[in-house]
């Protein structure tokens, strides 16, 4: 009878998982691609390189397709024609699509999140405007001035730590205040080596439980405990006039002290998880290029580390452009919440939607020659204005586009500057990874030589 009972228990089960994935949620469904094992779906193909997978399927499934992977149904858009939808459409949800990962990275409640993102975004976006940036660059030039100098005035290393060193303490100060920067070399070390560790299992991280992740999610915790002190210096320090409150003072204004923290830990990974990897590209593609390196450095030896001559070196600015183009994010998401139609499709609510700016900015149509590095592409833009070309959407679009683009661009553009009168290249391999959180990361050794110029 335990046998039958047994038997009869397998077999519900199968034949609900059956049900459950084995045909499409709507005849106007999209096609699906589910895999074989129940739940699982197809995660363990897609996972082994998710973005060579998306360009195989929308190769064979056309462009709208589903991926069921580890419980979730993925729904990939990759016409630009559908792109509007995806960032405009009120069918869609961008709270809603994250708030599971926010949790996991950051502890932050779901309630917590719904009612405090809008304020902290807005928050946000009021602190990165242009009329700002005069204020944080004159901070951010003493930081990266005052770490280059620790660098020495000549040696050798890998460019990526290189750049971490310099970055990671230099843009700390700027977001969090001077207070909270690492104060010595140990202390530095320690934290580049608990958020490297954070930074590489974010993406595993904002999917899986902290169990199946012990030395992330212990990372993550000595993380926070990090910033629930310097959250409190940050709320007992007097702010100077002239350099006005830190980002984290302002946010200070709009969250409980329980989730500052939480919210200060998501600000530096994604000031720092971005900024430092797109900062490495851009100066290896550059290094890498003999002419663009030529015209780059005729454009810096001119000018001076003051925000009015950065303006003035556009060649520098379509060089970061364009690294951003080639190594952006593998995947951006909304959260489908009500019937959404796109080309004969009906994708149901429930779907994350799906879209690749790694993928788009690799569309012929849009960028000729869309594997090269070839920045005077960006000369027919207006990066002034931060008026893009079309096509590009590293930094999404609506009103969820990424708050802190300026200020990234603007750390790159300084760090980029002094890190080519610094950094001569010696001998360098490098392999891209395809990631779909974030920018993608280097792979390999790229050995550098730098003299003080």
Known sequence: MEWITLILTVSIVIISFHLLFGKRSHPNAPP????????????????????????????????VFTVVAAGKRLTFVTLNEDFRAFFTSKDVDFEQAVQEAVHNTAS??????????????????????????????????EEFNDHLENLGSEGSGQLNEIIKSVMYPAVMSNLLGRCNSPSNALTRQEFLEKF???????????QLPDMFLKQWANSKQWLLSLLRNMAIRAQETHYNENDGKTLLQHLATAISDKYLPNYGLLLLWASLANAIPITFWAIAFIL??????????????KT?????DLQHMPYVKWCIMEAIRLRAPGAITRKVVRPLKLQNYIIPPGDLLMLSPYWAHRNPKYFPDPEDFKPERWE??????????????????????????????LSLYILFMWSLHLINICM??????????????????????????
Not at 196 to 206: A, H, I
Not at 288 to 301: F, L, R, S, T
Request: proline fraction near 7%; charge should be positive; charged fraction near 20%.
């Open 32 to 63: 699906c691609i589910r895999g074989w094992i129940p739940w699982f779906g197809a995660a363990f193909e897609f996972g082994k390189a998710p973005l060579h997978f998306i360009q195989q399927a929308r190769a064979k499934y056309g462009p």
């Open 108 to 141: 932050i409640s779901k309630d917590c999140f719904y009612k405090t993102h809008p304020t902290c975004a807005t928050v946000i976006k009021g602190r990165l405007t242009p009329g700002n940036t005069a204020m944080l660059s004159v901070h951010l030039c």
């Open 196 to 206: 490297t560790t954070y930074d590489e299992g974010f993406e595993y991280g904002s």
């Open 288 to 301: 890498a290029n003999p002419e663009a390196y030529k015209i780059a450095m005729d454009q810096i030896n």
């Open 304 to 308: 001076k580390v003051t925000l009015d």
């Open 380 to 409: 027919m833009a207006d990066l002034e204005k931060n008026v893009h070309l079309e096509g590009f959407v590293a930094f999404g679009g609506g009103k969820n586009q990424c708050p802190g683009r300026l200020e990234k661009l």
């Open 428 to 453: 360098w391999f490098l392999q891209s990874p395809l990631h779909l959180v974030g920018t993608q990361q280097p792979d390999g050794p790229c050995t550098v030589r730098y003299k003080h110029r």
